[in-house]
């Protein structure tokens, strides 16, 4: 990422007195590209940290034989990975059972996550039109957590209301139903058992690209220079004159 670093010195380096902006050309702009070093070895750290984090069980193993790069636990990766997928499929009790033999720890002491996980198993026996199981499952075992936590009755109030509705096109709650909301859970599921096993719940690289971002936004009130409009290439391109 040593182009972040470079517009951090920039805006350093840059009068804000001054109400023009100044002009940097591509050539000049690749000098300083060029004179900032960074190291392999870190930036194949930082290509495993988003493998591993995200899950990519045989692309870690690759890149671990081929750049060398600290060995890491992959069966860790696979069973977190069986998690994640169940939930993704809408297996929510297989899931729950994972997360047990993995750590029952992970449950008992994060209760919202717990909540999520039911109310998911909710919302899945909605989908598949089990509705007195539905409701029987909702008032055994969501709606006593709910009496005791207000955000998590509203939730609960949320999902059951998908019941009053024949066609959930026309139901103001329907986006529970899209897979968007099971991939929300599993993303829930997976940085919990990312930080029980002392590991960064979030990948390094789409945050060192977000700062990218904001880097260039701010460079931009200073100067005109060679831009990064596409992430997946990295391509500089001129500015408009």
């Known amino acids: 990422m040593s182009l972040f670093w470079l517009f951090v010195g920039q ?119 089990k509705v007195e199981e539905a409701l029987e499952f909702a008032q055994d075992e969501l709606a006593p957590r709910g009496e005791e936590n207000q955000s998590f009755l509203e939730e609960l109030e949320r999902t059951v209301a998908l019941l009053a509705f024949e066609d959930v096109s026309n139901c103001p709650v329907g986006e529970l139903l899209d897979i968007s909301q099971r991939l929300k859970t599993a993303s829930e599921v997976n940085a919990a058992i990312l930080t029980s096993q002392s590991h960064e719940k979030d ?14 936004h701010q460079l931009d009130e200073k100067a005109v220079y060679p831009h990064i409009n596409d992430l997946s290439t990295a391509m500089l391109e001129d500015p408009p004159l």
């Open 11 to 129: 805006l350093g380096s840059i009068e804000t007195m001054s109400t023009s902006k100044k002009v940097i050309t591509r050539e000049e702009w690749e000098k300083k590209l060029s004179d900032v070093k960074i190291r392999k070895e870190d930036m194949n750290k930082l290509v495993m940290n988003f493998l591993a984090t995200e899950g990519y069980v045989e692309a870690a193993e690759k890149f671990r034989m081929e750049s060398g790069t600290e060995h890491i636990d992959l069966a860790t990766i696979t069973d977190r990975m069986a998690v994640k997928k169940a939930v993704q499929c809408g297996n929510v009790q297989d899931a729950i059972e994972k997360v047990n033999d993995l750590n029952p720890e992970i449950l008992d002491t994060n209760p919202q996550l717990f909540f999520h996980l039911q109310q998911q198993k909710l919302i899945e026996l909605i989908r598949n039109g």
């Open 203 to 216: 990948p390094k690289l789409p945050s060192l690209l977000k700062m990218l971002i904001w880097a260039q």
